[in-house]
C-alpha cells in the first residue's frame, strides 16, 4: 500500500503562482509513474502533469510552459509548481504514484482557487 498525503493547495490571485507537494509513506518502491491529476466542479477527472521512474515528464497542453513537476531525491515526495495561474486552473488536484501492471494510489485532493 502507498499512502499520499497533500498539504498545501489554497486561494490565489490569477497570474500568481503556487506549489503543491504529495508525501508518500508505505510501499512506495518500484513506482512507475508519479502524477498530478485535477476536477473541477462538472467535468472529469484530467491529466496535469506526469514523471516517469527515468525522470521523463509529460503535461496537459493547457499547463505546458506554467506548471512544472519534479520529485524529491528519495522519490517519496512529488511537487507541482504551478506559476501564471489562471481561473480556469481552478480545481481538486490529486496526487497519484502507480505501480505496474495496474496499481493506482491516489491522494485525498487539495482545492486551488484562481481568483480572477
Same mark, same amino acid.
Given at each position: 500500500?502507498?499512502?499520499? *498525503?497533500?498539504?498545501? %493547495?489554497?486561494?490565489v !490571485? =490569477?497570474?500568481?503562482?503556487? #506549489?503543491?507537494?504529495? /508525501?508518500?509513506?508505505?510501499?512506495?518502491?518500484? *513506482?512507475?509513474?508519479? %502524477?498530478?491529476?485535477? !476536477? =473541477?466542479?462538472g467535468?472529469? #477527472?484530467?491529466?496535469? /502533469?506526469?514523471?516517469?521512474?527515468?525522470?521523463?515528464?509529460?503535461?496537459?497542453?493547457s499547463?505546458?510552459g506554467?506548471?512544472?513537476?519534479? #520529485?524529491?531525491?528519495?522519490?517519496?515526495?512529488?511537487?507541482?509548481?504551478?506559476?501564471?495561474?489562471?481561473?480556469?486552473?481552478?480545481?481538486?488536484?490529486?496526487?497519484?504514484?502507480?505501480?505496474?501492471?495496474s496499481?493506482?494510489?491516489?491522494?485525498?485532493?487539495?482545492?486551488?482557487?484562481?481568483?480572477?
Amino acid at each position: 500500500q502507498v499512502h499520499l *498525503v497533500e498539504p498545501g %493547495g489554497g486561494l490565489v !490571485q =490569477a497570474g500568481g503562482s503556487l #506549489r503543491l507537494s504529495c /508525501a508518500a509513506s508505505g510501499s512506495i518502491f518500484n *513506482v512507475y509513474r508519479r %502524477g498530478w491529476y485535477r !476536477q =473541477a466542479p462538472g467535468r472529469q #477527472r484530467e491529466l496535469v /502533469a506526469l514523471i516517469t521512474r527515468s525522470g521523463g515528464t509529460n503535461y496537459a497542453d493547457s499547463v505546458k510552459g506554467r506548471f512544472t513537476i519534479s #520529485r524529491d531525491n528519495a522519490e517519496n515526495t512529488v511537487f507541482l509548481q504551478m506559476d501564471s495561474l489562471k481561473p480556469e486552473d481552478t480545481a481538486v488536484y490529486y496526487c497519484e504514484f502507480f505501480k505496474l501492471p495496474s496499481l493506482h494510489y491516489w491522494g485525498q485532493g487539495t482545492q486551488v482557487t484562481v481568483s480572477s
